[in-house]
C-alpha cells in the first residue's frame, strides 16, 4: 500500500483503484438518496423500517469500535502498562468507528439536520433510543479528546492543551467505560419494546447484558484483528514499545476474550432456562441459533482458549476475525433476521444495492481515513520530541 | 452537642419527614389514567366491507388518491395494510370456508400506554385527553422507531420524500372531536360497525353485545387489556381474532412497562460504576505500588547480602596477606639474623 | 397528576438525566477533595 506509492510514486494501487471505485458509486447513491428520498435508494418499507444501516452501520459499528474503551480500561483502570502502545491505535479505530456511525445516521434517518434535537430541542427520555444518541455524542467527543494529543504532536505548538488533554486521560477513560456500559447495553435494550416482533430465542431481559458482555470481546477481537493487520501493512510506523507489547497484548486478549465469552455463553443458557425456551431449540430458527451460538461463539471461545493455552498464536489469530463475525451475525440476527419473522417471506426485508453501496462506502472512508493518520500521526510510534511524556 | 445527642435527632427528624408528610417521588399509584377519554368500538360482524369509512378518511385528511377508487372492492381480495396514503384500510377474511367473509377496519388503536410514545426520542407522539394519541411532525427526525415499537405495525412512513417525509398514521380525527363531531369514517359507516364513545361506555356495549348475542361473538373485547389497553376496541364473530388477523399473543405488557427496567439500569451505572472502576484502579495501582515495594526490598536485601559478602572475602585476603607479610617479615629476620650470626667470625676490624 | 404511564415516566426520567450529569460532576469534585493531599503519583 504505502510502501507501494513511495516506490512508485503512483497513487493507482489495486486498493486503491477499489477504494475509488466504492467511493465514486458511494457519491451517486447519496445524491440519489438526497435527491429522490428514502425509497428511491433503500428495500426499506412500512413492515420493515431498518435495515443494514442500522444492522449494520449502527449495530455492528459500535459493537466492534468497543475497542477503545476495552483498551483504555485494560492499561489505565487495570494497570497493564505493557499494553500502553496498543491504546492510541484503539482508541483512533473507536473513534473512527462512531464517526462513521453517527456519518451513516445522517442517511438513514428521515430528516438528518434534526439528529441533534432530541439533544437539544425535545428529549424523549422514555426512548432507549435517546438514551443511545446521548451516549454516542458525548463518547464520540470523549474518543475525540483522546484521539486529539497525537494530533496535536503531530501539527506541533500546542503543547499546553496537548498537557491538559493528557492529565485528563484516567478521567476520559473511566467516563469512557460508564458511557460504553450504558449505550453499549441499550443497542440490546432497543428491541426489548418489541417482544411479538423478536424471535423468542433472542429476545429476553437480558439482551442488554448480552449486548454489553458481546461487545467487550468484540472490541478485544478487533484490536487484535486491527493489529495483526497493522503489522502486515503499517510496520514501517511502529516503534519498539508498541512491537515489544504486541505478542503479549494478543494472548493476553485471548484470554480475557475466551472469559468474557464463557460467561457469555453462561447467560444465553440463562436465558433459555429463564423463558423455558428449549423447545423452540428444535425448530428452524433453532437451529439457526444453534448455528450462531455454537459455531460462532462456542467454538472461537475454545479456540482463543487452545491458542492461549498454547502460545499459539496462528488461533488467536483464526479466533479473532471468527469472533468478529459471529458479532456482526448476532447483530443481524437480532435486527434483521430474527425481527420479524412472523412475516410471510415476500414482505421479509434483503438491502438493496444503494443500501450496500452505502455501508461499503462508510467503512472505505474509516479505512481510508486510518490510513492517512497512522501513516503521519504518533498512532504506532511515539513521537520524538514527547518521549518522556507520552500517555 | 454530643454527638450521639445529634445523630438521634437527625435519626428522629428522618422518621418523622418519612412517614409524617406524604411521598412526593411518584410511583405508578400517581397514574390517573383517562377515565373520560373516547375510543371507537369496532364490530367485526356488522361490517360489510363496503370501504365508505376509507373513502371518508381520505377526504377528511386530505389524502392524495389512491392508485384504485374506494369503491373498487377487488382490492379487498390482497391482505393490505396501512401505508403512507392509507391511515386506515379494510381487509376481507374468510374464517370458515363455505361461510360469509368476515372483514376488518384496520388503523391506529390509540393504546392507553401508546409504544411509539415511549419509542420516540423526541417525543413526537402524545396521548391527548381526549384519548388520541397525536403526532407532531414538527420535531420527528424520521429514525422510525417508533415503527418498530408498534405491535400492530401501524405507523407508515413518507420514504418518497427528501425534505419533509413525515410518519403518517390515523389521528382519531382529532380536530374533529374537539369541535364535538364524529371521527370521519364513524361518520361514515352505514351498518354502524362503528360506535364512537367514551371508553369505558363501550366497554359495557360490547359486553352487553356479547352477553346478548349468545354464541355469537367470540368472548372477549381485543383492546380492553393487549398491550396496556388500547381506546379502540374491537369485537369479532367466532371463531376468533386470530382469524381476522389479529394478533392474540401480544400480552397484556404496555411498552413503558418493558422498557421501565433497562431504562432503571442507566443511572444505576452512572452511580456504580466511578464508584466501581476507580476502586478497580486503586486496587492496581495499590497492587503495583506493593509489587515495587517488594522488589526494592529484594534488590537491598541482595545488594545488602552481596557487599556483606564481598566485605567477608576482602577482610579474609587481608588477614591472608597479613598473615603472607609476616610470615615474610619473620623470614627476613630470621635470615638476618643467621647471617649476622656467621659474620662476627672474620669482621671484627672491618 | 399524571394521565398515563408514559407521562410519568416522561418526567421521572427526565429528573433522572439532569440528576445522572450532576452526580458525574459532583463524584469528580468529591474525589479531588479526598485525594487532593495525596502525593502525586505520576499519570503518565
Not at chain 1, 334 to 352: C, E, G, H, K, T
Given at each position: 500500500m504505502s510502501t507501494q506509492e513511495t516506490k512508485n510514486g503512483s497513487l493507482f494501487t489495486p486498493f486503491n483503484i477499489i477504494a475509488g471505485i466504492i467511493l465514486a458509486a458511494g457519491l451517486v447513491v447519496t445524491i440519489m438518496r438526497f435527491t429522490m428520498g428514502l425509497g428511491s435508494v433503500t428495500n426499506l418499507s412500512d413492515n420493515n423500517p431498518w435495515g443494514i444501516w442500522i444492522g449494520f452501520d449502527l449495530l455492528c459499528g459500535v459493537a466492534l469500535a468497543a475497542g477503545g474503551y476495552t483498551t483504555s480500561a485494560a492499561c489505565y483502570i487495570f494497570g497493564f502498562k505493557r499494553f500502553h502502545g496498543a491504546v492510541r491505535p484503539a482508541i483512533l479505530t473507536a473513534f473512527l468507528g462512531y464517526a462513521l456511525v453517527v456519518f451513516a445516521l445522517h442517511f438513514d434517518v428521515g430528516r438528518p439536520w434534526r439528529l441533534v434535537y432530541p439533544i437539544f430541542y425535545q428529549q424523549g427520555t422514555t426512548s432507549i433510543l435517546f438514551e443511545v444518541g446521548l451516549c454516542v455524542f458525548i463518547y464520540l467527543t470523549v474518543l475525540f479528546l483522546e484521539y486529539l494529543p497525537a494530533f496535536?504532536?503531530?501539527?506541533?505548538?500546542?503543547?499546553k492543551y496537548r498537557g491538559i488533554l493528557v492529565?485528563?486521560?484516567?478521567?476520559?477513560t473511566i467516563f469512557g467505560v460508564i458511557l460504553s456500559t450504558l449505550h453499549q447495553s441499550s443497542l440490546g435494550a432497543l428491541y426489548l419494546i418489541a417482544p411479538s416482533k423478536l424471535h423468542p430465542l433472542w429476545y429476553t431481559p437480558y439482551l442488554p447484558v448480552m449486548f454489553f458482555m458481546s461487545s467487550m470481546f468484540a472490541g478485544l477481537s478487533m484490536v487484535i484483528c486491527e493489529g495483526t493487520l497493522s503489522h502486515k501493512y503499517f510496520h514501517h510506523k511502529m516503534?519498539?514499545?508498541?512491537?515489544?507489547?504486541?505478542?503479549?497484548?494478543q494472548f493476553a486478549f485471548a484470554k480475557a476474550s475466551a472469559w468474557i465469552m464463557a460467561g457469555y455463553l453462561a447467560m444465553k443458557v440463562l436465558g433459555l432456562g429463564m423463558d423455558n425456551r428449549w423447545h423452540y431449540l428444535f425448530t428452524g430458527f433453532g437451529a439457526w441459533w444453534l448455528f450462531e451460538v455454537v459455531g460462532f461463539v462456542v467454538l472461537p471461545c475454545y479456540c482463543y482458549a487452545v491458542g492461549f493455552r498454547d502460545r499459539n498464536v496462528g488461533l488467536v489469530r483464526i479466533a479473532a476475525p471468527w469472533t468478529v463475525i459471529g458479532i456482526m451475525l448476532n447483530r443481524f440476527d437480532?435486527?434483521?433476521?430474527?425481527?420479524?419473522?412472523?412475516?410471510?417471506?415476500?414482505?421479509?426485508?434483503?438491502?438493496?444495492v444503494g443500501e450496500i453501496i452505502i455501508s461499503l462506502f462508510v467503512v472505505t472512508v474509516g479505512v481510508l481515513a486510518f490510513r492517512f493518520i497512522v501513516t503521519r500521526m504518533p498512532i504506532f510510534f511515539v513521537h520524538p520530541a514527547y518521549k518522556d511524556s507520552s500517555h | 452537642m454530643k454527638r450521639r445527642h445529634f445523630l438521634g435527632l437527625l435519626g428522629a427528624a428522618g422518621v418523622t419527614l418519612s412517614?409524617?408528610?406524604?411521598?412526593?417521588?411518584?410511583?405508578?399509584?400517581d397514574v390517573k389514567g383517562l377515565p373520560n377519554s373516547f375510543g371507537v368500538l369496532f364490530d367485526?360482524?356488522?361490517c360489510i366491507g363496503c370501504r365508505k369509512c376509507e373513502a371518508a378518511c381520505n377526504v377528511v385528511n386530505e389524502l392524495p388518491q389512491p392508485a384504485k377508487p374506494f369503491d373498487d372492492l377487488t382490492v379487498l381480495d390482497t391482505v393490505r395494510r396501512t401505508d403512507a396514503k392509507s391511515y386506515t384500510i379494510v381487509n376481507k377474511y374468510t374464517p370458515e370456508a363455505g361461510k360469509p367473509p368476515v372483514f376488518r377496519k384496520i388503523q391506529c388503536n390509540h393504546c392507553m400506554e401508546p409504544a411509539c410514545a415511549s419509542a420516540c426520542f423526541v417525543s413526537a407522539f402524545k396521548k391527548s385527553e381526549t384519548g388520541a394519541v397525536v403526532y407532531d411532525a414538527s420535531v420527528c427526525v424520521g429514525c422510525r422507531y417508533c415503527m418498530v415499537a408498534c405491535p400492530f405495525g401501524i405507523p407508515t412512513y413518507e420514504y418518497n420524500k427528501v425534505l419533509t417525509p413525515r410518519v403518517m398514521k390515523c389521528t382519531m380525527c382529532q380536530p374533529r372531536i374537539l369541535e364535538g363531531k364524529l371521527p370521519g369514517c364513524v361518520e361514515a359507516c352505514p351498518k354502524e360497525a362503528l360506535v364512537f364513545g367514551k371508553r369505558r361506555e363501550l366497554l359495557n356495549i360490547a359486553w352487553d353485545r356479547i352477553g346478548a348475542n349468545a354464541g355469537r361473538y367470540v368472548e372477549h373485547v381485543y383492546g380492553e387489556r393487549e398491550m396496556g389497553g388500547t381506546n379502540w376496541l374491537t369485537i369479532a364473530p367466532k371463531p376468533s381474532f386470530a382469524a381476522i388477523g389479529m394478533d392474540e399473543n401480544l400480552g397484556t405488557t404496555s411498552a413503558p412497562e418493558l422498557t421501565s427496567g433497562a431504562l432503571a439500569a442507566v443511572p444505576a451505572v452512572a452511580g456504580i460504576w466511578p464508584v466501581l472502576l476507580t476502586g478497580l484502579y486503586a486496587i492496581s495501582k495499590r497492587k503495583e505500588k506493593i509489587a515495587?515495594?517488594?522488589?526494592?526490598?529484594?534488590?537491598?536485601?541482595?545488594?545488602a547480602k552481596t557487599s556483606a559478602e564481598a566485605a567477608e572475602k576482602l577482610a579474609a585476603e587481608l588477614a591472608k596477606a597479613e598473615a603472607a607479610s609476616k610470615r615474610h617479615t619473620e623470614a627476613e629476620v630470621k635470615k638476618a639474623l643467621e647471617a649476622a650470626a656467621k659474620a662476627p667470625e672474620g669482621g671484627e676490624d672491618a | 397528576m399524571f394521565n398515563t404511564l408514559q407521562d410519568l415516566m416522561l418526567h421521572n426520567k427526565s429528573v433522572t438525566y439532569v440528576l445522572m450529569g450532576l452526580v458525574l460532576i459532583c463524584f469528580i469534585g468529591f474525589w479531588r477533595f479526598l485525594t487532593g493531599r495525596e502525593e502525586r503519583n505520576r499519570r503518565y
Open positions: 496535536m504532536e503531530w501539527k506541533g505548538g500546542f503543547d492529565k485528563l486521560t484516567m478521567g476520559l516503534d519498539d514499545e508498541y512491537n515489544a507489547g504486541y505478542l503479549d497484548l437480532v435486527s434483521l433476521i430474527a425481527f420479524n419473522w412472523q412475516l410471510p417471506s415476500a414482505d421479509r426485508y434483503f438491502p438493496s | 412517614t409524617g408528610v406524604s411521598a412526593k417521588a411518584a410511583s405508578s399509584a367485526a360482524s356488522r515495587e515495594a517488594e522488589k526494592q526490598e529484594a534488590v537491598e536485601q541482595a545488594i | -
